[in-house]
């Protein structure tokens, strides 16, 4: 359970009084041993692996929930919160930073760096048991939309505004936008950098409609839209365009036993900070260790072309352990020219199998092993070090496929 600190707010020069304000430390901390290895077809002495022990996928985190009683219902809240990679010693990344208001009748509004709907509410990260992992299905896994832009299962949205309902009746719904605009910044790179020069109409929706207690649908619409650089660029012989991102799910409990489904269809996948963003996501080295990458691009479309993914996960819970059995895939359509294809057709299949033990509601342990398949693979040329070296460059022809296995244990507080 999260601690709860009691902390109070000096009012200041105007007002004698001292306000009291809610402050609540939160957290979680996690290690993984794993190891990928990734296929080399034409080479198998030359496979691309490595083991350690680590926190790739961004699981372990440190934060503040601020809220303060504005009377009438009205509630004003923050959130500060950093990421952290235990086993190797990288710094603190940020996560979520926003400041809002919320009320019980009307919901939540807040402004800043905020998770989008396709990453908490409707589908996305909220389906997958092993998500910020290394048997994630998003990233490297190539079963969950993660683009860099903040709009997937992966990293946050800047700049925006986020209202999320309460729910009414069996509705409820999350609004995301991004309004910015610019003369001069073109914002064509990711990792949640969204808007630039030409850019000002990026925003999300996510609907849900609750079957009894037992089972929901969602869906949603995203639209990223293109800066002036990113229609003035070709790629694969096509000019950047605004990318749409369709989706459709549903998650049922019988019991026991739970089934999520999701699938996504995105056409226009910008280059650079959309669709197209070869992921280092629970790759072992994504974090920042040093070596040779073991990033790869499964969940990655063409640039400039369209694609679809579907997500399928079923657990079953056997007293304290959750057996969990799922997968998916990622299809990246080819793209073509007067005819000519510039952009060959891809697919990543993925099959994970593992299980999670809970030692307490805080405390579990988790393991696993993931197979990703591709057909089709993608060319790359800048993974970082060679087998046996810690420096330089070498131009690996494709990324084919890998396998993961891990096992690790998490502690909230």
């Known amino acids: 359970m999260n601690k709860k600190l009691i902390v109070l707010a000096i009012a200041g020069a105007i007002s004698p009084l001292a306000a009291l304000a809610e402050v609540t430390l939160y957290g979680r901390v ?35 929930l601020i809220s303060e009683d ?3 219902g009205l509630k004003a809240n923050a959130r500060v919160e950093y990421g952290l990679h235990t086993g190797n010693g990288v710094p603190d990344n940020v996560r979520e930073q926003w400041v809002g208001f919320s009320g019980k009748n009307w919901g939540a509004l807040q402004f800043g760096r905020v998770p989008s709907p396709f990453k908490d ?40 505004i986020r209202y999320t309902s309460p729910s009414w009746g069996p ?42 207690r037992s089972g929901e649908i969602f869906g949603g619409y995203s639209h990223d839209a293109a800066s002036d650089a990113q229609k003035a660029a070709v790629t694969n012989g096509v000019n950047g365009d605004n990318e749409k991102v369709w989706r459709l799910g549903t998650a049922w409990n019988f019991g026991n036993f739970r089934l999520a489904a999701q699938y996504d269809k995105i056409k226009n996948a910008l280059a650079g900070n959309g669709g197209t963003t070869c992921s280092g996501d629970a790759s072992i080295n994504g974090a920042g260790d040093a070596g040779f990458s073991t990033a790869q691009c499964n969940t990655s479309l063409n640039a400039n072309g369209e694609g679809d993914i579907w997500f399928l996960s079923t657990q079953y819970k056997l007293g304290q352990t959750t057996l969990v059995l799922q997968g998916g895939q990622t299809k990246a359509d080819a793209v073509s020219v007067a005819g000519v294809v510039t952009a060959n057709e891809r697919e990543a299949k993925n099959l994970t199998a593992g299980a999670i033990y809970s030692l307490s509601k805080r405390t579990r342990v988790f393991g696993g092993y993931q197979r990703v398949s591709v057909e089709g693979a993608r060319s790359v040329s800048n993974v970082q070090g ?9 131009a690996l022809a494709t990324q084919p496929d890998r396998s993961t296995w891990s096992i690790g244990m998490r502690h909230d507080f």
């Open 30 to 64: 996690a290690a993984e041993y794993g190891n990928v290895d990734i296929d080399q077809p034409t080479n198998p002495d030359a496979n691309y692996r490595q083991s350690s022990i680590s926190d790739n996928a961004g699981t372990s985190r440190w934060g503040l």
């Open 70 to 72: 504005l009377g009438n």
């Open 121 to 160: 509410f409707a589908g996305g990260g909220s389906l997958d048991p092993f998500n910020d992992t290394n048997l994630q299905a998003r990233g490297a896994g190539g079963a969950l939309y993660a683009p860099a832009n903040g709009l997937g299962a992966a990293s946050f949205t800047d700049h925006a």
């Open 171 to 212: 509705f409820s719904m999350a609004l995301l936008a991004s309004p910015g605009d610019a003369t001069q910044t073109e914002g064509t790179t990711g990792n949640g950098n969204i808007g630039g020069k030409g850019d000002n109409t990026n925003y999300q929706a996510g609907l849900k409609f609750k079957i009894t």
């Open 386 to 394: 060679a087998p046996g070296t810690t420096a330089g460059t070498v």
